[in-house]
């Protein structure tokens, strides 16, 4: 089995998710969990920003269908939704993806991000279409 969190650590996780301290801490095409901190990326009332959500629900999707169907693949969302539960006003949150469907072209995930009370803060889902192998 290959060891998908050694080669997101030799892609990298893109300059937004550095930017916006995104954390792998598990990867497989089935299920990914990450971590984002509140602190940072904030509306100007405090409150997570929802887009921040949505980077977080996307980088999962589109990493996990990047594991699915290989590193040479080109991966590009194609629809993404996101539901805003409950807002954070600190600390991190934690985004747990899980594959609804992986198949040759086209890829599903949903993504439920928590805050650290365990309190569900969005849902989103994700879809992924995989392209032809890069040149």
Not at 25 to 48: H, I, K, S, W
Request: proline letters at 2%; hydrophobic letters at 40%; charged letters at 20%.
């Amino acid at each position: 089995m290959e060891d998908f969190l050694e080669i997101l650590r030799k892609r990298g996780a893109g300059a937004l998710g550095e930017k916006m301290g995104i954390q792998i801490l598990e990867a497989t095409p089935q299920r990914l969990v990450a971590t984002m901190p509140v602190e940072g990326n904030t509306q100007p009332v405090g409150l997570l920003h929802g887009g921040a959500s949505v980077v977080l629900a996307e980088s999962l999707g589109s990493i996990g269908t990047q594991l699915h169907a290989g590193i040479h693949r080109r991966i590009v969302g194609v629809d993404i939704n996101a539901t805003h539960h409950k807002s954070a006003t600190s600390g991190i949150v934690t985004g747990v993806a899980t594959a609804l469907s992986l198949g040759k072209t086209i890829c599903v995930y949903e993504i439920v991000i928590t805050n650290e009370a365990g309190e569900r803060t969005c849902t989103s889902r994700i879809t992924c279409m995989i392209l032809a192998e890069r040149n």
